[in-house]
Protein backbone atom coordinates (compact mmCIF):
# COMPACT_ATOMS: atom_id res chain seq x y z
CA UNK A 1 0.00 0.00 0.00
CA UNK A 2 1.39 3.45 -0.80
CA UNK A 3 2.44 5.43 1.89
CA UNK A 4 0.72 8.19 3.55
CA UNK A 5 1.87 11.39 2.89
CA UNK A 6 2.88 14.23 5.85
CA UNK A 7 1.69 17.27 4.57
CA UNK A 8 4.51 20.08 5.44
CA UNK A 9 2.54 22.66 3.76
CA UNK A 10 -0.78 22.43 5.18
CA UNK A 11 1.39 22.16 8.60
CA UNK A 12 3.15 25.18 7.94
CA UNK A 13 0.01 27.52 7.42
CA UNK A 14 -1.27 26.52 10.65
CA UNK A 15 1.83 27.33 12.73
CA UNK A 16 1.91 30.47 10.36
CA UNK A 17 -1.27 31.14 11.58
CA UNK A 18 -0.19 30.92 15.25
CA UNK A 19 2.63 32.85 14.66
CA UNK A 20 0.46 36.42 13.53
CA UNK A 21 -1.63 36.11 16.48
CA UNK A 22 1.34 35.86 18.44
CA UNK A 23 2.63 38.95 16.79
CA UNK A 24 -0.41 40.52 16.98
CA UNK A 25 -0.37 39.79 21.00
CA UNK A 26 3.03 41.39 20.75
CA UNK A 27 2.21 44.41 18.86
CA UNK A 28 -0.24 45.21 21.69
CA UNK A 29 2.28 45.08 23.68
CA UNK A 30 4.38 47.90 21.86
CA UNK A 31 6.59 44.88 20.38
CA UNK A 32 7.11 44.59 16.39
CA UNK A 33 9.48 41.64 16.23
CA UNK A 34 11.92 42.36 13.26
CA UNK A 35 14.09 40.15 11.42
CA UNK A 36 17.47 41.57 9.04
CA UNK A 37 17.50 39.39 5.76
CA UNK A 38 21.34 39.46 4.58
CA UNK A 39 21.86 38.06 1.12
CA UNK A 40 25.16 38.77 -0.66
CA UNK A 41 25.36 37.99 -4.88
CA UNK A 42 22.79 36.50 -7.12
CA UNK A 43 22.59 33.06 -6.51
CA UNK A 44 19.08 32.21 -8.07
CA UNK A 45 18.33 29.53 -5.33
CA UNK A 46 19.16 32.23 -2.68
CA UNK A 47 17.38 34.99 -4.13
CA UNK A 48 13.99 32.93 -4.08
CA UNK A 49 14.23 31.35 -0.38
CA UNK A 50 14.80 34.75 0.75
CA UNK A 51 11.99 36.40 -1.26
CA UNK A 52 9.80 33.83 0.49
CA UNK A 53 10.99 34.63 4.34
CA UNK A 54 10.19 38.26 3.27
CA UNK A 55 6.88 37.24 2.14
CA UNK A 56 6.57 34.89 5.03
CA UNK A 57 7.13 38.00 7.39
CA UNK A 58 4.52 40.48 5.55
CA UNK A 59 1.82 37.48 6.03
CA UNK A 60 2.42 37.49 9.65
CA UNK A 61 3.26 41.07 11.03
CA UNK A 62 6.80 40.87 11.53
CA UNK A 63 9.10 43.65 10.29
CA UNK A 64 11.67 42.33 7.97
CA UNK A 65 14.69 44.21 6.27
CA UNK A 66 16.75 42.82 3.64
CA UNK A 67 20.47 43.74 3.04
CA UNK A 68 21.59 42.69 -0.30
CA UNK A 69 25.03 43.14 -0.86
CA UNK A 70 27.06 42.68 -4.33
CA UNK A 71 29.31 39.08 -4.44
CA UNK A 72 32.32 41.21 -4.32
CA UNK A 73 31.69 42.72 -0.61
CA UNK A 74 34.44 42.33 1.56
CA UNK A 75 34.66 40.39 4.81
CA UNK A 76 34.99 43.88 7.02
CA UNK A 77 31.95 45.24 5.13
CA UNK A 78 29.71 42.19 6.18
CA UNK A 79 31.21 42.28 9.53
CA UNK A 80 30.49 45.83 10.14
CA UNK A 81 27.09 45.14 8.83
CA UNK A 82 26.61 42.31 11.71
CA UNK A 83 27.64 44.34 14.26
CA UNK A 84 25.40 47.10 13.46
CA UNK A 85 22.21 45.31 13.15
CA UNK A 86 23.33 43.71 16.58
CA UNK A 87 22.78 46.80 18.01
CA UNK A 88 19.75 47.78 16.51
CA UNK A 89 16.89 47.62 19.15
CA UNK A 90 13.99 47.40 16.32
CA UNK A 91 16.12 44.01 14.81
CA UNK A 92 15.55 40.85 16.78
CA UNK A 93 17.10 38.16 13.97
CA UNK A 94 19.67 38.68 11.83
CA UNK A 95 20.07 35.52 9.07
CA UNK A 96 22.83 35.48 6.64
CA UNK A 97 21.53 33.50 3.80
CA UNK A 98 24.03 30.75 3.01
CA UNK A 99 25.97 29.78 0.87
CA UNK A 100 28.02 32.89 0.96
CA UNK A 101 30.93 33.46 -1.93
CA UNK A 102 34.11 31.62 -1.47
CA UNK A 103 36.31 34.87 -0.42
CA UNK A 104 34.24 35.48 3.20
CA UNK A 105 34.83 33.37 6.42
CA UNK A 106 31.20 32.02 6.49
CA UNK A 107 32.31 30.91 10.04
CA UNK A 108 33.67 34.35 11.27
CA UNK A 109 30.43 35.93 9.98
CA UNK A 110 28.31 33.13 11.73
CA UNK A 111 29.92 34.09 15.25
CA UNK A 112 30.03 37.47 14.63
CA UNK A 113 25.87 37.29 14.72
CA UNK A 114 24.80 38.09 18.56
CA UNK A 115 23.67 34.60 19.56
CA UNK A 116 20.48 36.06 21.10
CA UNK A 117 19.70 37.01 17.51
CA UNK A 118 20.78 34.20 15.77
CA UNK A 119 17.05 32.68 14.38
CA UNK A 120 19.06 30.58 12.12
CA UNK A 121 20.81 28.43 15.13
CA UNK A 122 24.26 28.53 13.63
CA UNK A 123 25.83 30.49 15.93
CA UNK A 124 28.49 27.94 17.65
CA UNK A 125 26.74 28.99 21.13
CA UNK A 126 23.33 27.34 20.38
CA UNK A 127 25.11 24.69 18.31
CA UNK A 128 26.68 24.10 21.88
CA UNK A 129 23.12 24.58 23.77
CA UNK A 130 21.88 22.11 21.19
CA UNK A 131 24.51 19.26 21.84
CA UNK A 132 24.17 19.67 25.33
CA UNK A 133 20.50 19.67 25.43
CA UNK A 134 20.26 23.07 26.76
CA UNK A 135 18.01 25.96 25.70
CA UNK A 136 18.43 28.05 22.78
CA UNK A 137 18.16 28.64 18.88
CA UNK A 138 17.53 25.26 16.95
CA UNK A 139 17.97 25.46 13.11
CA UNK A 140 14.94 25.83 11.49
CA UNK A 141 15.07 22.93 9.13
CA UNK A 142 15.49 20.01 11.62
CA UNK A 143 13.28 21.36 13.79
CA UNK A 144 10.48 21.80 11.20
CA UNK A 145 11.28 18.19 10.40
CA UNK A 146 10.67 17.15 14.25
CA UNK A 147 7.57 19.02 14.31
CA UNK A 148 6.47 17.32 11.14
CA UNK A 149 7.08 14.25 13.22
CA UNK A 150 5.24 14.93 16.10
CA UNK A 151 2.21 16.31 14.21
CA UNK A 152 1.99 12.45 12.63
CA UNK A 153 1.86 11.07 15.99
CA UNK A 154 5.63 9.31 15.02
CA UNK A 155 7.13 7.56 18.15
CA UNK A 156 11.30 8.52 18.04
CA UNK A 157 11.97 7.20 21.65
CA UNK A 158 13.75 3.75 20.86
CA UNK A 159 13.59 3.60 17.44
CA UNK A 160 15.99 3.34 14.91
CA UNK A 161 16.89 7.00 13.34
CA UNK A 162 19.43 7.28 10.19
CA UNK A 163 20.30 10.50 8.52
CA UNK A 164 21.97 10.72 5.75
CA UNK A 165 23.98 13.84 5.38
CA UNK A 166 26.25 15.80 8.20
CA UNK A 167 25.83 18.90 7.36
CA UNK A 168 26.23 22.08 9.92
CA UNK A 169 23.03 23.24 8.99
CA UNK A 170 20.97 19.77 8.84
CA UNK A 171 22.33 16.80 9.12
CA UNK A 172 24.47 17.17 12.40
CA UNK A 173 21.71 19.05 14.45
CA UNK A 174 18.94 16.66 13.39
CA UNK A 175 20.77 13.60 14.48
CA UNK A 176 21.33 15.85 17.73
CA UNK A 177 17.09 16.56 17.64
CA UNK A 178 16.74 13.01 17.39
CA UNK A 179 18.77 11.78 20.09
CA UNK A 180 17.06 14.47 22.73
CA UNK A 181 13.90 12.79 21.57
CA UNK A 182 15.46 8.97 22.90
CA UNK A 183 15.65 7.87 19.26
CA UNK A 184 18.55 5.30 18.17
CA UNK A 185 20.43 7.99 15.89
CA UNK A 186 23.17 6.98 13.18
CA UNK A 187 24.43 9.44 10.61
CA UNK A 188 25.62 8.12 6.96
CA UNK A 189 27.54 10.50 4.65
CA UNK A 190 29.71 10.11 1.46
CA UNK A 191 32.27 7.56 3.25
CA UNK A 192 29.75 5.08 4.49
CA UNK A 193 30.47 2.18 3.26
CA UNK A 194 27.19 0.34 2.54
CA UNK A 195 24.89 3.02 2.75
CA UNK A 196 21.96 0.84 1.25
CA UNK A 197 22.49 -1.41 4.26
CA UNK A 198 22.29 1.10 7.11
CA UNK A 199 19.23 2.67 5.52
CA UNK A 200 17.44 -0.52 5.42
CA UNK A 201 17.65 -0.42 9.29
CA UNK A 202 15.74 2.90 9.72
CA UNK A 203 12.27 3.11 11.02
CA UNK A 204 12.63 7.32 10.68
CA UNK A 205 15.02 7.83 7.79
CA UNK A 206 16.01 11.45 7.51
CA UNK A 207 17.27 12.13 3.88
CA UNK A 208 19.52 16.04 3.90
CA UNK A 209 22.46 14.99 1.22
CA UNK A 210 21.80 17.10 -1.85
CA UNK A 211 21.32 14.62 -3.84
CA UNK A 212 18.87 13.88 -6.46
CA UNK A 213 17.03 10.71 -5.52
CA UNK A 214 19.85 8.69 -3.71
CA UNK A 215 16.92 6.88 -1.77
CA UNK A 216 15.86 4.12 -3.43
CA UNK A 217 12.40 2.60 -2.43
CA UNK A 218 14.50 -0.83 -2.27
CA UNK A 219 16.59 0.82 0.30
CA UNK A 220 14.02 1.49 2.63
CA UNK A 221 12.30 -0.84 5.52
CA UNK A 222 8.55 -2.12 4.65
CA UNK A 223 6.78 0.86 6.73
CA UNK A 224 9.33 3.24 7.63
CA UNK A 225 8.97 6.82 8.20
CA UNK A 226 10.76 8.87 5.72
CA UNK A 227 11.66 12.62 5.55
CA UNK A 228 13.17 14.64 2.47
CA UNK A 229 14.83 17.32 3.11
CA UNK A 230 16.50 17.46 -0.46
CA UNK A 231 15.43 20.42 -2.31
CA UNK A 232 17.57 19.55 -5.79
CA UNK A 233 17.52 21.83 -9.09
CA UNK A 234 17.41 19.34 -11.68
CA UNK A 235 18.00 20.04 -15.82
CA UNK A 236 14.43 19.02 -17.30
CA UNK A 237 12.62 19.47 -14.12
CA UNK A 238 11.13 22.92 -12.90
CA UNK A 239 10.19 21.46 -9.47
CA UNK A 240 13.01 20.95 -7.56
CA UNK A 241 14.18 16.81 -6.76
CA UNK A 242 13.85 15.57 -3.51
CA UNK A 243 16.49 12.81 -2.48
CA UNK A 244 14.69 10.44 -2.20
CA UNK A 245 12.91 8.64 -5.37
CA UNK A 246 9.52 9.27 -4.53
CA UNK A 247 7.41 6.87 -6.63
CA UNK A 248 9.60 3.61 -5.66
CA UNK A 249 9.97 4.64 -1.54
CA UNK A 250 6.11 5.38 -1.32
CA UNK A 251 5.65 1.41 -1.76
CA UNK A 252 7.51 0.83 0.71
CA UNK A 253 7.06 3.38 3.53
CA UNK A 254 4.17 4.20 6.02
CA UNK A 255 4.39 7.93 5.97
CA UNK A 256 6.65 10.22 3.33
CA UNK A 257 6.97 14.04 2.70
CA UNK A 258 6.15 15.13 -0.25
CA UNK A 259 8.93 17.47 -2.76
CA UNK A 260 7.83 20.23 -2.90
CA UNK A 261 5.69 20.54 0.24
CA UNK A 262 6.60 18.53 2.83
CA UNK A 263 10.23 20.06 4.57
CA UNK A 264 10.39 23.45 2.67
CA UNK A 265 7.40 25.09 3.96
CA UNK A 266 8.19 23.94 7.58
CA UNK A 267 11.72 25.78 7.66
CA UNK A 268 10.26 28.92 6.73
CA UNK A 269 7.78 28.48 9.76
CA UNK A 270 10.27 27.70 11.80
CA UNK A 271 11.92 31.09 11.28
CA UNK A 272 9.55 32.76 12.17
CA UNK A 273 8.93 31.19 15.45
CA UNK A 274 12.43 32.16 16.00
CA UNK A 275 12.06 35.46 15.45
CA UNK A 276 8.86 35.89 17.59
CA UNK A 277 11.40 33.95 20.49
CA UNK A 278 14.00 36.68 20.34
CA UNK A 279 11.52 39.21 20.34
CA UNK A 280 10.10 38.15 23.55
CA UNK A 281 13.52 37.28 25.05
CA UNK A 282 14.48 40.88 24.05
CA UNK A 283 11.99 42.10 25.44
CA UNK A 284 11.75 39.94 28.93
CA UNK A 285 7.84 38.59 27.87
N1 LIG B 1 20.67 28.01 2.99
C1 LIG B 1 20.00 26.85 2.90
N2 LIG B 1 19.23 26.68 3.99
C2 LIG B 1 19.41 27.77 4.76
C3 LIG B 1 18.88 28.17 6.02
O1 LIG B 1 18.09 27.49 6.68
N3 LIG B 1 19.33 29.36 6.48
C4 LIG B 1 20.23 30.11 5.82
N4 LIG B 1 20.61 31.25 6.36
N5 LIG B 1 20.73 29.77 4.66
C5 LIG B 1 20.33 28.59 4.14
Same mark, same amino acid.
Given at each position: ?5 ? @?? *?? #? ?8 ? $????? =?? !? *? ?17 ? /???? +????? &? ?22 ? $? ?8 ? /???? #? ?7 ? =? @? ?7 ? @? ?24 ? &? ?33 ? +??? $? #??? !? ?5 ? !? ?8 ? &??? +????? +? ?11 ? $? %? ?15 ? %? ?28 ? /? ?11 ? =???? &?
Amino acid at each position: MAAGIM @DG *KM #LAQRLREDVK $LEVEG =LK !H *KGITPGLAVIIVGNDPASR /IYVN +AKKKA &CEETGIYSEEFALQDDVSQEQLEN $LIVQLNRRAD /INGI #LLQLPIPGH =L @DEDKLLMAI @DPGKDVDGFHPVNMGNLVLGREGFLP &CTPAGVMEILKEYNVQVRGRECVVVGRSNIVGKPQ +ALL $L #LRE !HGTVTIC !HSRTANLAEV &CRR +ADILV +AAVGKPEIIKGDM $L %KSGAVVIDVGMNRVEGS %KKPVGDVEYETAREKAELITPVPGGVGPMT /IAMLLKNTVKAAR =LAAE &C
